[in-house]
């Protein structure tokens, strides 16, 4: 009677040891110098395509799934590791970034608080890629008890593949904030100052050669008018670039777009970042063409040129930009395939405009044209021959 006793109370606690410790049941218990805050085997998420959404993992469907996912909460889970261990080879990625291999049964270690000065957000989707399903894989979130623990947990690297669809959607919403923002500082320059307005679009005045006209006699680079149609340029600029990264090929590094291109905030604030990037990289070009003036002792000719070269630049643009801003909003698949197309169309308008500034700049009797021809050849061809050697 007693050994029954006995038994049945061996049997009770070893019950309740199983059943609470449903890591241990499965046999996947923590590493070393970590103990379990809960399993995550049960949080496992697969994207399912009729309803474009994340849907809970269930074995009897989505058991030859290639791919797993789960939702981490950074601020509920913070001061927490997340492990992960699998039977298998696989591949982990974060916010649908390549972030590292998964060696079999090794454990990984992801510092939630690492994640979240990373990724700035309150969650992050971690993906396990190169499985079947769940198989062989075990997920756990943990507390590194000691500095052994705290010492294994690997430092995230910033990566530079991205696997994550880009939304179209989120593309359309911000292209039409950045065209907003253009058009409103652009209707302050139309109302503010209407003359000088007309004058920087009109081709008519870029054609002129005479030089005593307002918009080059009274105006300089660092004049107002001239400071802010600079920033629409940089505007324009930034949102070419920012169509090429969606549609076309990736070009902008990741300090630009940051780790969530999927938010319209995030892209926003990528772009203003770009504009003032192309404002900063205008402006010392302006340096530049003031410096290698001033060697040839051609000064006279700096703001000249950078006005010229401002006013061709927000008409091609300008209008480039809108066609291709009609085609995101209404046919975005024809911009698949289209870089060598705008490659080509960009080369045509350096190499038009280096021939026009050549003749528009060429005052006879006052500049030397071999002169001229070294120097436009330092301050427009080059940049152009860098770019394209990045691009391509």
């Known amino acids: 009677m007693v050994g029954r006793r006995v038994l049945l109370a061996c049997l009770f606690f070893w019950g309740l040891v199983f059943g609470q410790n449903p890591v241990l049941a499965q046999g996947s218990a923590v590493p070393d110098g970590y103990q379990l805050v809960r399993n995550c085997q049960d949080e496992w998420l697969v994207f399912n395509a009729e309803y474009k959404n994340y ?46 291999q998964v060696q079999p049964e090794q454990w990984q270690a992801l510092s939630c608080d690492s994640l979240y000065r990373k990724y700035r957000t309150p969650r992050v989707l971690l993906t396990v890629f190169g499985l079947r399903g769940i198989e062989g894989l075990s997920a756990v979130m943990a507390f590194p008890g000691n500095a052994v623990a705290a010492d294994s947990v690997q430092t995230m690297k910033t990566s530079l593949v991205s696997l994550k669809p880009r939304s179209a959607n989120v593309f359309r919403d911000f292209s039409i904030i950045a065209w907003l923002l253009i058009l409103l500082t652009a209707a ?75 938010s319209v905030g995030a892209v926003v604030f990528g772009f203003l970042k770009t504009a003032l990037l192309c404002f900063v990289l205008y402006y010392f070009k302006y340096f530049v063409i003031s410096v290698t003036l001033r060697i040839l002792n051609m000064t006279e000719v700096a703001h000249i040129h950078f006005i010229k070269a401002l006013q061709s630049s927000l008409v091609f ?76």
């Not at 001061?79 to 699998?86: A, I």
Request: hydrophobic letters at 55%.
């Open 317 to 392: 643009y300008g209008l480039l930009s809108l066609g291709l801003l009609g085609a995101v909003l209404h046919a975005p698949a024809s911009l698949e395939g289209a870089a060598v197309n705008l490659l080509w169309a960009v080369s045509v308008f350096y190499g038009i405009r280096l021939l026009l500034l050549y003749i528009l700049l060429n005052q006879p009797g006052r500049i030397i044209n071999l002169y001229l021809i070294s120097y436009l050849c330092v301050v427009e061809l080059i940049p152009l021959i860098i770019g394209i050697k990045y691009i391509v």
């Open 55 to 100: 849907v809970p993992y269930i074995k009897s469907i989505h058991e030859t799934e290639p791919s797993v996912s789960l939702l981490v909460d950074l601020v509920q889970d913070r001061h927490f590791t997340f492990l992960l261990k699998s039977r298998k080879e696989a591949f982990l990625f974060v916010n649908g970034a390549l972030q590292r």
């Open 188 to 262: 302050v320059v139309f109302l503010s100052v209407p003359t000088l307005a007309y004058s920087l679009m009109s081709p008519l005045v870029f054609l002129s050669r005479d030089f005593r006209a307002e918009l080059y006699n009274h105006h300089r680079a660092y004049s107002p008018v001239i400071v802010v149609s600079v920033v629409i340029l940089s505007m324009i600029t930034a949102f070419l670039l920012w169509l090429a990264e969606y549609h076309v090929r990736p070009l902008l590094p990741a300090f630009l777009g940051g780790a969530d291109r999927d």
